[in-house]
């Protein structure tokens, strides 16, 4: 397939997000018809029009904004983080949480709810635990000396979060079955149903400063992909590039996890299907990514919330969806272009 010329990328991706949206505005056991929306917007935004009524006014500035915008905040710095671990690792089955962090974020929060400490408490051991989790694989990989750094990290990710996966699956155990382990077991499996505005004025400056190290070195990630060697004779520092790349891609990650619990196959499905429009070049990769991976957890999380009626998680509704995009985007390279 060939790539997208810059133009389209930019007006199609723009366009797929407006969409999304506004029908993430739009629908919900709260319909909001078109002009409703447009008029809610025009006073709130530009004091035009009349005023919502209070409840049309709850459900669209106190419920649903937070959520979309934390879905459009996530979905855009796990697709990046998932992108930028793909050409570093040079693995296109690479996916943000690799490093142990979405098992360490998982495990502290567990830990937390085992606790019964307040849900804010919660976010913040949970983002620690991520931190300290790819910390700990990072000590491994560095008393490691002897062998690719790469495949150590890869190896040593694996098998810290098999640990961590162990001791959450021992806390689920220990926890009371009517009140502990709900709470536990529905974190886990991801969702925005209870952010609020306050705990995106948190997280939201966390995922930016994450995705700020991305987006400044985008056009030295393509040089990771020719091996080190080639990579250091082209005068690129290679260990502390890929040290930065790394911490940026964690702390994204390790802020999303902590205020939406786990979602799985955004940063390893979207890298993929933008891939597949843009090329493999980094500095368009990375914008692909960004505008597919908002659109894609705010559609996600639109239908997790719509589809039936009571909200289903959204970890496993992204499941449902990336597997098969996976499989499709697989089976289409297989083939080559």
């Not at 640990?163 to 806390?171: Q, W």
């Not at 070195?217 to 060697?229: K, T």
């Not at 496993?316 to 083939?335: D, Q």
Request: with cysteine.
């Amino acid at each position: 397939m060939r790539a997208l010329p810059r133009w389209a990328l930019h007006v199609g991706g723009w366009s797929l997000l407006l969409a999304m949206l506004l029908l993430a505005f739009s629908v919900g056991q709260f319909p909001v018809r078109p002009t409703q929306l447009l008029q809610a917007i025009g006073w709130q935004l530009l004091g035009i029009g009349e005023p919502s009524s209070p409840a049309l006014h709850a459900a669209l500035w106190h419920i649903r904004l937070p959520r979309v915008l934390a879905a459009v905040l996530i979905g855009a710095v796990l697709s990046a983080a998932g992108a930028a671990y793909q050409a570093m690792f040079r693995n296109p089955l690479v996916s943000p949480d690799i490093l142990g962090v979405s098992a360490g974020a998982g495990l502290g929060a567990s830990l937390a709810l085992f606790l019964g400490l307040p849900m804010l408490l919660v976010q913040g051991i949970a983002f620690a635990g991520g931190l300290a989790a790819v910390g700990l694989v990072c000590l491994v990989a560095a008393l490691v000396r002897r062998h690719d750094p790469v495949l150590i990290l890869v190896l040593a990710g694996v098998a810290v979060s098999a640990l961590l996966g162990a001791g959450i699956s021992l806390l689920k155990l220990l926890a009371d079955p009517y009140t502990q382990l709900p709470s536990i077991t529905f974190w886990l499996l991801g969702g925005l149903n209870a952010v609020v505005m306050d705990d995106l004025k948190v997280t939201a400056p966390l995922l930016l400063i994450g995705l700020l190290p991305l987006v400044l070195l985008r056009w030295r990630v393509n040089l990771l992909g020719l091996g080190d060697e080639e990579a250091s004779a082209l005068g690129v520092a290679v260990a502390p590039l890929r040290w930065t790349l790394i911490a940026a891609a964690t702390l994204c990650t390790a802020a999303a996890v902590s205020l939406a619990g786990i979602i799985g196959w955004v940063g390893l499905v979207v890298p993929h299907i933008a891939r597949l429009l843009v090329g493999a070049d980094f500095r368009r990769l990375l914008p692909a990514s960004l505008l597919l991976g908002a659109s894609f957890l705010l559609a996600a999380d639109t239908l997790a919330r719509t589809l039936a009626p009571i909200e289903l998680p959204l970890g496993i509704l992204t499941a449902f969806v990336g597997v098969p995009c996976f499989l499709l985007v697989l089976a289409r390279s297989e083939r080559g272009p």
